[in-house]
């Protein structure tokens, strides 16, 4: 597998919770810096989120508080806990390394956020 497998997005109201996961065959976890990245409609990709191997995190502003990213190494899993989110978080989210390698972005997980 070198893809990222993203899974747990949806429709929820303004205000809700979801939590995402992604998902890699391989350790990659505990080798890279890696990220949450999003994509709204005819917008460009943007880094949401990372977390370094070391656990140290970062976020951009208009989640800050918000969002927060995890790892778990021993199940090759990142995950992203969002809450009270927002109509403009409205994307399909993807995860990767920071920076991204090409070959390695999954198909994401859609995530609609309307009342």
């Known amino acids: 597998q070198v893809q990222f497998v993203e899974s747990g997005g949806g429709l929820v109201q303004p205000g809700e919770s979801l939590r995402l996961s992604c998902a890699h065959s391989?350790?990659?976890?505990?080798?890279?810096?890696m990220g949450w990245y999003r994509q709204a409609p005819g917008k460009q990709r943007e880094l949401v989120a990372r977390i370094s191997t070391r656990g140290s995190t970062n976020y951009t502003d208009s989640v800050k508080g918000r969002f927060t990213i995890s790892g778990d190494s021993a199940k090759n899993t990142l995950y992203l806990q969002m809450n009270n989110l927002k109509p403009e978080d409205t994307a399909v989210y993807y995860c990767?390394?920071?920076?991204?390698?090409?070959?390695?972005w999954g198909q994401g997980t859609q995530v609609t956020v309307s009342s």
């Open positions: 990767n390394s920071v920076p991204g390698i090409p070959v390695s």
């Open positions: 391989a350790p990659i976890f505990s080798i890279f810096i």
